[in-house]
């Protein structure tokens, strides 16, 4: 088990505002992102020019809100790399936790 970085999420909104596509492979996520940017670009390329404009944006709200829920997942995942269970009472506490703050109970490496 690797240790996450946590992305920051305003910052990859931004840039598939800027170029679709390019705030998933920020985030990590290589073939949604370069997915996403051909197929902006080929409805960019058949689409009329008056239709530009609300097609980018909708797609941006999308994005966003996919965004917000891959981010919320990788949260979960950073947590759950970084916390134990305490054998004692079962609340979850840091890995590097040698006493439990919930209930006192002294933890060993056997324990955990």
Same mark, same amino acid.
């Given at each position: 088990?690797?240790? #996450? $970085? /946590?992305?920051?999420?305003?910052? &990859?909104?931004?840039? *598939?505002?800027?170029?679709?596509? /390019?705030?998933?492979?920020?985030?990590? !996520?290589?073939? /949604?992102?370069?997915? +996403?940017?051909?197929?902006?670009? %080929?409805?960019?390329? %058949? @689409? +009329?020019?008056?239709?530009?404009?609300?097609?980018?944006?909708?797609?941006?709200?999308?994005?966003?809100? =996919?965004?917000?829920?891959? @981010? $919320?997942?990788?949260?979960?995942?950073?947590? #759950?790399? @970084?916390? !134990?269970?305490? @054998? &004692?009472?079962? #609340?979850?506490?840091? !890995? #590097?936790?040698? /006493?439990?703050?919930?209930?006192?109970? $002294?933890? =060993?490496? +056997? *324990?955990?």
């Amino acid at each position: 088990m690797g240790t #996450e $970085k /946590v992305k920051n999420l305003p910052l &990859a909104i931004g840039l *598939n505002f800027l170029l679709p596509g /390019v705030g998933y492979i920020y985030m990590g !996520k290589w073939f /949604v992102g370069i997915f +996403a940017c051909l197929l902006i670009v %080929s409805i960019y390329l %058949s @689409s +009329a020019l008056l239709l530009i404009v609300p097609i980018w944006l909708t797609m941006n709200v999308i994005m966003a809100i =996919d965004m917000l829920i891959l @981010s $919320k997942k990788n949260q979960k995942k950073i947590e #759950e790399d @970084s916390m !134990k269970k305490c @054998s &004692a009472c079962a #609340e979850l506490i840091q !890995k #590097e936790a040698k /006493v439990c703050r919930f209930c006192g109970a $002294k933890l =060993d490496e +056997a *324990n955990a």
